[in-house]
């Protein structure tokens, strides 16, 4: 049973960092793409970043690129998002998920399993 636990969450002032991690267990987590989305109160969940099997490849959605960064340690089956500069339109639940192939994309739909979320808050 893959389970997939995310944590680091919180509340932090606009201009902050906040560093998330999902840890993963229940399969080979070497083997898989993963991806952070969110989801803010009253819209859809969204593409954040994608990382690929081997951490080579990454992906990010427009709204966060060059301020939040990808990536992973297979050797510690955990996944981390970097997040700095944050601000008020950041503040979402954010889901860590794995793909069931090496690269994945960024839509919610090829993604086969899901964390709990951790909630993110940005002050003004």
């Known amino acids: 049973q893959v389970q997939l636990v995310e944590s680091g969450g919180g509340l932090v002032q606009a201009g902050g960092s906040l560093r998330l991690s999902c840890a993963a267990s229940g399969r080979t987590f070497s083997r898989y793409a993963m991806a952070w989305f969110r989801q803010a109160p009253g819209k859809e969940r969204a593409f954040v970043a994608a990382?690929?099997?081997?951490?080579?490849?990454?992906n990010y959605a427009d709204s966060v690129k060059g301020r939040f960064t990808i990536s992973r340690d297979n050797a510690k089956n955990t996944m981390f998002l970097q997040m700095n500069s944050l601000k008020p339109e950041d503040t979402a639940v954010y889901y860590c998920?794995?793909?069931?192939?090496?690269?994945?994309?960024?839509?919610?739909?090829?993604?086969?399993?899901w964390g709990q979320g951790t909630q993110v808050t940005v002050s003004s």
């Open positions: 990382i690929s099997w081997t951490g080579g490849s990454t």
């Open positions: 998920a794995q793909h069931q192939n090496l690269f994945g994309g960024a839509t919610v739909n090829e993604y086969a399993y």
